[in-house]
């Protein structure tokens, strides 16, 4: 994986809502995506702290995982949230918003792939009859790459 990539969809921490084992898993999501560990206030600092301090069921400790995940969330793709997965509050990545989605097909912000023009220059969503998804991102000259998708 390269440090520009955006990250992909899925699971980075499953099983566990030890703020101990969050903020160890998450931290090294933000390590493998360039993203300082410094820049996240006081993380370098808990990262050399042992399981069983007294810190990790402090308060301060839930403040410094809310700010981890909101650095994770604005390393996710258009249309995708990092946080619990909807279906189990234990697994912790970067899913599709599917609200999101409707809602930016609903209001005109989001084409569909088929019906733009080859000079469109933005984000469009293909959707296929079995239900599968993709976010692709189209450069004005008639590329496109995918974003991301999903079955």
Same mark, same amino acid.
């Given at each position: 994986?390269?440090? !520009?990539?955006? $990250?992909?969809?899925?699971?980075?921490?499953? #099983? +566990?809502?030890?703020?101990?084992?969050? !903020?160890?898993?998450?931290?090294? +999501?933000?390590?493998?995506? #360039? =993203?300082?560990?410094?820049? %996240?206030?006081?993380?370098?600092?808990?990262?050399?702290?042992?399981?069983?301090?007294?810190? /990790?069921?402090?308060?301060?400790?839930? /403040?410094?995982?809310?700010?981890?995940?909101?650095?994770?969330?604005?390393?996710?793709?258009?249309?995708?949230?990092?946080?619990?997965?909807? #279906?189990?509050?234990?697994?912790?990545?970067?899913? $599709?918003?599917?609200?999101? =989605?409707?809602?930016?097909? !609903?209001?005109?912000?989001? $084409?569909? !792939?088929? +019906?733009? $023009?080859?000079?469109?220059?933005?984000?469009? %969503?293909? =959707?296929?009859?079995?239900?599968?998804?993709?976010?692709?991102?189209?450069?004005?000259?008639?590329?496109? +790459?995918? =974003?991301?998708?999903?079955?």
């Amino acid at each position: 994986m390269t440090k !520009t990539e955006q $990250p992909r969809l899925g699971s980075i921490s499953h #099983g +566990t809502l030890r703020t101990y084992d969050l !903020t160890s898993a998450l931290a090294g +999501t933000l390590d493998d995506y #360039g =993203v300082s560990l410094e820049s %996240v206030d006081g993380l370098t600092d808990a990262l050399e702290l042992d399981e069983d301090d007294e810190f /990790w069921n402090s308060e301060e400790a839930s /403040w410094l995982l809310e700010r981890i995940e909101d650095s994770l969330m604005d390393l996710a793709a258009p249309f995708t949230y990092f946080g619990a997965h909807p #279906g189990d509050g234990s697994d912790y990545g970067f899913w $599709p918003d599917f609200d999101a =989605v409707d809602m930016a097909r !609903t209001d005109g912000e989001l $084409p569909d !792939t088929a +019906t733009v $023009p080859e000079d469109y220059n933005g984000l469009s %969503v293909d =959707v296929n009859d079995h239900g599968n998804m993709a976010i692709l991102s189209h450069d004005g000259a008639g590329n496109r +790459t995918i =974003v991301w998708d999903c079955v």
